[in-house]
């Protein structure tokens, strides 16, 4: 029988008369993973703060209940409300925690070793010998290579998924009952987060950790969890055995997000003629600084190319190269007649126009301080494209029609804004130059899924309406597979496979492709063991 | 606060225009007989060693040190910030030049700077306001391209640039409006050091002439009789105090109405 490591009651969290978390209840057995899924401000990240007592949000307002352990004859220890000191004994001791960007939860100025041994010392009253020694054995049980040398280094020496797994090791180091992972590979790549997955499901096993996943993805959660809790707006819409809620999904809330996941054996866009127009060519691209080297591709006027590749691989800086922020070593590239690379003055600023981007994250991507309106008009007052304040005011509300966002919209700061809405202002500010070629970097990647969704939508209805032509850089396979008509596979600065989009999902040449494809979580649940 | 600091600084404002008015004497009627008088009916804040009232003259004195902190304020604003964000847009050379100048006016202590431009110059009004602005120029300059760095690598300056927008342009209506926050502090923060730094500058007799009255003068006139007329001292002291305060207090009000984001917070605030 499976005995109960975290049992949350009727929590509920308020900031500022704002309720955000609405009577959460939810368990977790020994050896068991809970998996919670939501969108972003649903509530996901609060509710297990505030389960774990480590909310630390000002004027925030902590109701119910949360007891954690009672293993044996102790009695469990209530979580919410609980002093400092009875916290401080717990986390890191009892409880684990794993966040989702790797570059930022190591202290940068320590050692691996310091911060591995921290609660080693803290909890376990290790001597430094002892808790060295505990360090070896969780680098090594985290499979980070070379561990011994490892120790003694600094966290900048390792990758993104190696980081990761420090913070592992660090989390499972007291050996806790309670691992909780907030999005813990959300920013790795597939390969890495497949890798990561299967780590801690290892380590689960041995160990015997119960873990809380906090994730946006439910094809990850599909991968690690036994039971889901589905949040939305602060409450438990549905909580059910992960093969349940993949099956057959009572709340229409469950249904919707998982009708929005993007599916690698879906359908691709429309097709293109075949005798289309050469748009863009690229050929042999090199760029010593960033490492890439002889890229070619070419894009027909009215489709899209997606650029796939892991971070690293040198997608972002083709991207950079196309759009005048970074100087190519080597290569040319031809827009229609025009010459992209190395044109100056009154020639770089129409090629300027003929191209536009859109980036990753709709929060950096707005002057905070530039209403909307005058945005999405800037390029039009650059290019002199709309005939005076009444004409350009016109012209921005025509264009965000086009991205389907309200006219009132322009006198909005970015941040009144929610992320798929400053995307869209993004789209029309991109759309304002009437561009012949639109690079999007990633730009339905930060988006929650029914977002993203729409977004996705948006972008091929503009395509099919006013004939537009895409780069699409991307890491999500299942996001290329709907939007791209070509594919071009990069790694480590190279091409290496680059074929129409149905042949390449359909039969990958490469080893590397093949493995990019294998790590993309399958779209059923793995089936519980 | 920012409201009660916006009101007292208008008050001071008030105050240096209307001092000739308001004044219940000539601000350089002596009457020897009457010196060193202590707060009374008469003298509301004393009277000095010549027997000058203390009140006309701290009323009259806000005229030049507010006028000297503020031209020398807006000396150091324009040449600094102009500075700072072109050699932080630009870097290579420009930077590297511009710095090193800015570095080596660093190098010097404030007051020693000031006191070599004064001395070259002749003492006076203008004389310290320019000395005042010079020395403050390297401050503004650095925190200019401090911020300038930080918001010139923002994806929305980059897409601005991609979309084939001006230096000028991009300059004007992305990087100095991303800059204003830290900026305006250093403004308010400066206005008041410009004033104690014109205090200082006539305390040492090389500020503001006499018999023209500035407060730093007064202080200086007032440390002869410290132990028998310590209202010569404290009250130009005390309008000293209040000014830079209110500088102080505005400034940080300011940085945050200036914020469209921090203005959605506090309306949200207020509406609940």
């Known amino acids: 029988m499976s005995t109960t490591v975290l049992s949350v009651r009727d929590l509920r969290v308020r900031i500022r008369?704002?309720?955000?978390?609405?009577?959460?209840?939810?368990?977790?057995?020994?050896?068991?993973?809970?998996?919670?899924?939501?969108?972003?401000?649903?509530?996901?990240?609060?509710?297990?703060?505030?389960?774990?007592?480590?909310?630390?949000?000002p004027g925030a307002v902590v109701g119910g209940s949360s007891a954690l352990g009672g293993v044996g004859d102790s009695p469990p220890t209530q979580l919410v409300g609980a002093s400092a000191r009875t916290l401080r004994r717990v986390h890191g001791g009892r409880i684990g925690f794993v966040f989702q960007d790797p570059g930022t939860s190591l202290n940068p100025l320590l050692t691996l070793e310091r911060q591995i041994t921290?609660?080693?010392?803290?909890?376990?009253?290790?001597?430094?010998?002892?808790?060295?020694?505990?360090?070896?054995?969780?680098?090594?049980?985290?499979?980070?290579?070379?561990?011994?040398?490892?120790?003694?280094?600094?966290?900048?020496?390792?990758?993104?998924?190696?980081?990761?797994?420090?913070?592992?090791?660090?989390?499972?180091?007291?050996?806790?009952e309670l691992l909780i992972a907030d999005e813990p590979t959300t920013s790795l790549d597939v390969t890495t987060q497949a890798q990561i997955i299967a780590?801690?499901?290892?380590?689960?096993?041995?160990?015997?950790?119960?873990?809380?996943?906090?994730?946006?993805?439910?094809?990850?959660?599909?991968?690690?969890?036994?039971?889901?809790?589905?949040?939305?707006?602060?409450?438990a819409v549905e909580q059910a055995p992960i093969s349940e809620v993949f099956e057959k999904?009572?709340?229409?809330?469950?249904?919707?997000?998982?009708?929005?996941?993007?599916?690698?054996?879906?359908?691709?866009?429309p097709a293109v003629a075949d005798d289309a127009p050469v748009l863009l060519r690229v050929a042999?691209?090199?760029?010593?600084?960033?490492?890439?080297?002889?890229?070619?591709?070419?894009?027909?006027?009215?489709?899209?190319?997606?650029?796939?590749?892991?971070?690293?691989?040198g997608k972002s800086s083709v991207a950079e190269t196309l759009t005048g922020l970074l100087e190519p070593d080597a290569g040319t590239a031809t827009l229609g007649d025009a010459d992209v690379f190395g044109v100056r003055g009154a020639g770089e600023k129409a090629l300027r126009r003929r191209i536009s981007l859109v980036l990753q994250d709709p929060f950096t991507s707005l002057d905070p301080r530039m209403r909307i309106g005058t945005a999405v008009g800037e390029p039009l007052v650059v290019h002199r494209l709309a005939a005076g304040r009444r004409g350009r005011r016109e012209r921005v509300a025509g264009l965000l029609e086009m991205v389907g966002l309200p006219a009132d919209l322009a006198s909005a700061y970015p941040h009144e804004l929610s992320g798929g809405q400053r995307q869209r202002v993004s789209i029309a500010r991109a759309l304002a130059v009437e561009p012949d070629l639109m690079i999007l970097d990633e730009s339905t990647a930060s988006l929650d899924v029914s977002v993203q969704e729409r977004v996705l939508d948006l972008l091929l209805g503009l395509q099919r309406d006013l004939g537009l032509t895409y780069l699409f850089i991307a890491h999500d396979l299942a996001v290329v597979r709907r939007m791209s008509h070509d594919?071009?596979?990069?790694?480590?600065?190279?091409?290496?496979?680059?074929?129409?989009?149905?042949?390449?999902?359909?039969?990958?040449?490469?080893?590397?492709?093949?493995?990019?494809?294998?790590?993309?979580?399958?779209?059923?649940?793995?089936?519980p063991t | 606060m920012t409201k009660v600091s916006a009101a007292l600084l208008a008050v001071i404002g008030i105050v240096a225009i209307t001092a000739d008015w308001l004044a219940p004497y000539g601000v350089n009627d002596i009457d020897v007989a009457g010196a060193l008088q202590p707060p009374s009916g008469s003298h509301l804040l004393g009277t000095d060693e010549l027997g000058r009232d203390i009140a006309t003259r701290v009323l009259v004195a806000t005229q030049a040190s507010l006028q000297i902190a503020v031209a020398a304020v807006a000396?150091?604003?324009?040449?600094?910030?102009?500075?700072?964000v072109v050699a932080g847009y630009l870097g290579g050379w420009t930077d590297a030049v511009l710095m090193r100048v800015v570095d080596v006016m660093f190098a010097f202590p404030v007051l020693l700077l000031a006191l070599a431009i004064v001395a070259v110059l002749a003492p006076g009004t203008t004389t310290t306001i320019l000395a005042i602005g010079i020395v403050y120029t390297p401050i503004f300059a650095r925190v200019a391209r401090a911020s300038t760095l930080s918001v010139r690598v923002e994806p929305y300056v980059q897409v601005s640039r991609t979309l084939g927008t001006g230096r000028i342009h991009i300059l004007g209506r992305h990087i100095l409006p991303n800059i204003a926050g830290p900026v305006i502090v250093?403004?308010?923060?400066?206005?008041?050091?410009?004033?104690?730094?014109?205090?200082?500058?006539?305390?040492?007799?090389?500020?503001?002439?006499?018999?023209?009255?500035?407060?730093?003068?007064?202080?200086?006139?007032?440390?002869g009789f410290m132990h028998r007329a310590w209202w010569m001292s404290v009250f130009p002291g005390a309008a000293i105090f209040v000014t830079v305060l209110a500088f102080n207090l505005f400034g940080d009000g300011l940085r945050d109405v200036l914020d469209p984001k921090q203005r959605t917070v506090t309306a949200a605030r207020k509406n609940q």
């Not at chain 1, 998996?35 to 505030?50: C, D, I, N, R, Y």
């Not at chain 1, 496979?497 to 979580?521: H, I, K, N, S």
């Not at chain 2, 000396?75 to 700072?84: L, M, R, S, Y």
């Open chain 1, 249 to 269: 999904p009572r709340h229409p809330y469950t249904r919707q997000l998982l009708e929005a996941r993007p599916q690698i054996g879906g359908d691709g866009p």
């Open chain 1, 17 to 57: 008369r704002r309720d955000i978390v609405r009577g959460v209840s939810l368990d977790v057995a020994r050896e068991q993973t809970l998996g919670v899924v939501g969108e972003s401000g649903s509530g996901k990240s609060m509710t297990v703060l505030a389960a774990t007592g480590l909310l630390d949000a």
């Open chain 2, 75 to 84: 000396f150091a604003f324009v040449v600094g910030v102009t500075a700072g």
């Open chain 2, 186 to 223: 250093q403004t308010s923060l400066s206005l008041a050091f410009a004033i104690l730094s014109e205090a200082a500058l006539s305390f040492l007799g090389l500020g503001i002439q006499p018999p023209e009255p500035s407060w730093g003068r007064m202080l200086f006139d007032a440390q």
């Open chain 1, 199 to 235: 780590l801690v499901r290892d380590l689960q096993r041995d160990f015997g950790t119960a873990v809380v996943w906090i994730s946006h993805d439910l094809g990850v959660i599909g991968q690690v969890a036994d039971a889901v809790t589905v949040l939305h707006d602060g409450e």
């Open chain 1, 284 to 313: 042999g691209l090199t760029s010593a600084e960033r490492r890439v080297e002889d890229v070619s591709f070419q894009i027909r006027r009215a489709s899209t190319l997606a650029l796939v590749g892991e971070s690293g691989s």
């Open chain 1, 487 to 527: 594919v071009v596979v990069m790694r480590d600065g190279e091409v290496v496979e680059y074929r129409p989009a149905g042949e390449l999902f359909a039969a990958p040449e490469q080893e590397y492709t093949r493995a990019l494809l294998a790590a993309v979580p399958p779209e059923l649940p793995r089936c």
């Open chain 1, 118 to 176: 921290e609660s080693l010392q803290a909890h376990r009253n290790m001597t430094r010998r002892q808790a060295r020694v505990r360090a070896l054995e969780l680098l090594e049980a985290v499979r980070l290579p070379e561990p011994e040398s490892r120790l003694a280094g600094y966290p900048h020496q390792l990758s993104g998924g190696q980081r990761q797994r420090v913070m592992i090791a660090i989390a499972l180091a007291c050996d806790p």
